[in-house]
């Protein structure tokens, strides 16, 4: 086995190969950025050299996640993983499962097939009935026809509460079997993972005037979460506010210029919400002579466009639903976190984008949000490996509507080691007031925002 394998991917694939004498199914539940593809490309060599499979065959939810095993796959196997002649077998995304003929899925019962899924909790359901699109592919055409296959995730449910296709649970109290856990306590303390930094930003008086005709009411708030819960005002609008964009940029580019001391080549990621939300945030990183790049899926070529960031020295990269899940790029440290998306799923595996561990030096990662309630209680569940309320499999009717997952321009002092929770708040003192117009709620009234200068931070170091 490659000498340079960590301890936990040895003893993973030890596990493994002593579980398929037995069973053909392999479950594995690692924490973003601990290196789950090469632990896979090292166990598909293992089984290789034993001549227990003639192909490999990998799926995974998104084109950037499927280049990155072909890579992966080349260079610990010495073979090409492109789906052509000669080569050891593919690469393909979920979505391109239902397009293959039959001639495809007649390797199955060809060859030994050994059958990689990423991110598997993508893929609902243990029967056609009661499976999304993904989940049918699985267990119409590869269930039971694969000589072994091997279910990889870092976040091992589903927001629809069904059940993961291929996983088993225990009855009745349908806790999920991972038949191998990697948890984020121990890839920290192993110098795998960046111990996370999550720093909530709230204002303590935040002026919200509502004008109806020629009368103007004016409320105020001590803070965002009591502002989100007790007045029209969405999450997302808060999104947008020029100055809560501002001030999670300075926030995150003054930490990113406290790492590149060290490290020169980290970088941030910001996570918009769209398209024109993205362009507001690269407007704002103008204003700061940042560099940046945008990646969404509209963007042409947007695989060369994370690759280009990937390897140069601009310091953001600006995404819209791109980056969020089994994107490698290491050199991202710092995250401001402007997505609508509020989900826990969507939300560690943003995280997971700035845990990945490039040297020594690069221990820490930061993550910058708003103070909102929902987000927090994420943040303050993220030591917690497996929430046992997510891991749990609920029996609810499925919701069909989420049967299937959905350009570049120019450009707080941390007081315990980590080793524990804690909370630590720092007032900051800014020299002014902005107010915001919000979208109408109602024909005849219009409202705006302003945040005074108490503005409050709070940091939840989370292991």
């Known amino acids: 086995m490659t000498a340079s394998l960590r301890d936990w991917q040895r003893r993973c694939i030890d596990t493994a190969l002593e579980n398929f004498l037995s069973t053909s199914h392999f479950f594995c539940q690692a924490t973003p950025g601990a290196g789950k593809t090469?632990?896979?490309?090292?166990?598909?060599?293992?089984l290789l050299d034993q001549s227990k499979i003639d192909l490999v065959l990998c799926f995974a939810p998104s084109l950037q996640v499927?280049?990155?095993?072909?890579?992966?796959?080349s260079a610990v196997l010495g073979k090409r993983l492109d789906g052509l002649l000669g080569s050891v077998g593919g690469a393909y995304t979920y979505q391109a499962m239902e397009y293959r003929d039959e001639v495809f899925w007649r390797l199955l019962e060809d060859y030994r097939v050994f059958v990689v899924f990423d991110e598997i909790h993508h893929c609902a359901g243990h029967d056609p009935l009661l499976s999304n699109a993904w989940g049918q592919q699985i267990v119409r055409k590869i269930q039971d026809r694969a000589v072994f296959t091997l279910a990889l995730s870092g976040t091992p449910w589903r927001s629809d509460d069904r059940?993961?296709?291929?996983?088993?649970?225990?009855?009745?109290?349908?806790?999920l079997i991972c038949d191998y856990r990697y948890g984020l306590k121990e890839a920290i303390a192993d110098g795998v993972c960046r111990s996370p930094r999550i720093l909530l930003v709230d204002n303590?008086?935040?002026?919200?005037?509502?004008?109806?005709?020629?009368?103007?009411t004016v409320r105020l708030f001590p803070s965002i979460a009591e502002l989100l819960g007790e007045s029209p005002v969405t999450y997302e609008d808060l999104l947008r506010h020029d100055e809560v964009i501002e001030q999670l940029l300075a926030l995150g580019s003054d930490k990113l210029d406290a790492l590149r001391r060290s490290q020169p080549e980290a970088?941030?990621?910001?996570?918009?919400?769209?398209?024109?939300?993205?362009?507001?945030?690269?407007?704002?990183?103008?204003?700061?002579?940042?560099?940046?790049?945008?990646?969404?899926?509209?963007?042409?070529?947007?695989?060369?466009?994370?690759?280009?960031?990937?390897?140069?020295?601009?310091?953001?990269?600006?995404?819209?639903?791109?980056?969020?899940?089994?994107?490698?790029?290491?050199?991202?440290?710092?995250c401001c976190f402007l997505s609508r998306i509020r989900?826990?799923?969507?939300?560690?595996?943003?995280?997971?984008?700035?845990?990945?561990?490039?040297?020594?030096?690069?221990?820490?990662?930061?993550?910058?949000?708003?103070?909102?309630?929902?987000?927090?209680?994420y943040a303050e569940r993220i030591a917690d490996d497996l929430p046992?309320?997510?891991?749990?499999?609920?029996?609810?009717?499925?919701?069909?509507?989420?049967?299937?997952?959905?350009?570049?321009?120019?450009?707080?002092?941390?007081?315990?080691?980590?080793?524990?929770?804690?909370?630590?708040?720092?007032?900051l003192e800014e020299a002014s007031t902005s107010?915001?117009?919000?979208?109408?709620?109602?024909?005849?009234?219009?409202?705006?925002?302003?945040?005074?200068?108490?503005?409050r931070q709070l940091l939840l170091i989370c292991l």
């Open 163 to 175: 059940a993961i296709a291929l996983a088993r649970y225990l009855s009745p109290e349908g806790q």
């Open 388 to 427: 046992e309320d997510l891991a749990v499999l609920s029996q609810v009717p499925m919701n069909d509507a989420e049967a299937n997952p959905p350009s570049s321009g120019k450009g707080a002092n941390n007081a315990a080691d980590g080793s524990h929770d804690g909370y630590f708040e720092q007032d």
């Open 66 to 73: 499927v280049d990155g095993f072909r890579s992966t796959f």
């Open 204 to 216: 303590q008086q935040v002026t919200l005037t509502e004008g109806v005709e020629t009368e103007n």
């Open 267 to 334: 970088a941030g990621l910001v996570v918009a919400t769209d398209i024109a939300h993205a362009q507001q945030i690269a407007q704002a990183l103008d204003a700061r002579a940042e560099s940046w790049c945008i990646v969404t899926n509209k963007t042409p070529n947007a695989q060369q466009v994370i690759n280009a960031f990937r390897h140069s020295d601009c310091r953001w990269i600006v995404a819209v639903g791109m980056i969020s899940e089994g994107t490698d790029i290491p050199r991202l440290q710092v």
């Open 435 to 455: 107010a915001y117009a919000l979208g109408d709620f109602a024909d005849e009234s219009s409202y705006h925002i302003s945040f005074s200068q108490h503005y």
């Open 38 to 46: 090469r632990m896979a490309a090292e166990l598909t060599r293992c």
């Open 343 to 377: 989900t826990e799923l969507h939300y560690r595996q943003v995280l997971g984008r700035i845990l990945r561990r490039m040297g020594e030096a690069d221990d820490q990662a930061w993550l910058f949000m708003l103070a909102e309630t929902t987000l927090r209680r």
